[in-house]
């Protein structure tokens, strides 16, 4: 991993997130109504075991609602993933303006079994909450 000034560059990308991070929060009206058109887990459904992503639906209408316990209770990985994607879609911006440190990472192995650890994880706690 290393880390360089942010650069002009960097703001298109920066500005999409802004948006679409802004769109995320213009839709929580919308939050129970699309919620609803999800309908169920199909693996849930046909299995009886919750998907990886099971509760992220609850979770992100949890977190909509200011309830951060009741989004991590759902889907932790999901809860922390949106909270992180809309908290920081509109310093994006800002940050790359101010030419901010930004790191530049090739994932190796560790990061790639991190990941999947982090997701097996989740699937776990999901798994054993019965989801």
């Known amino acids: ?31 129970p109504y699309l ?6 887990c199909p ?6 075991i919750p998907c990886p992503t099971c509760g992220a639906t609850r979770a992100a209408v949890a977190l909509a609602h200011g309830h951060v316990a009741a989004a991590l209770r759902s889907n932790p990985l999901a809860a922390i993933g949106l909270g992180v994607a809309v908290a920081g879609g509109p310093i994006a911006p800002a940050w790359v303006l101010l030419r901010g440190p930004l790191f530049s990472w090739q994932p190796g192995r560790g990061a790639r079994i991190l990941a999947v650890a982090a997701l097996a994880g989740n699937w776990i706690y ?6």
């Open 1 to 31: 991993m290393t880390w360089r000034p942010a650069a002009r560059r960097d703001l298109p990308l920066a500005a999409l997130w802004a948006l679409g991070s802004l769109c995320a929060l213009g839709s929580i009206p919308l939050l």
């Open 35 to 40: 919620a609803r058109l999800a309908g169920p």
């Open 43 to 48: 693996l849930h459904a046909l299995a009886g």
């Open 126 to 131: 999901l798994v054993a909450r019965g989801v």
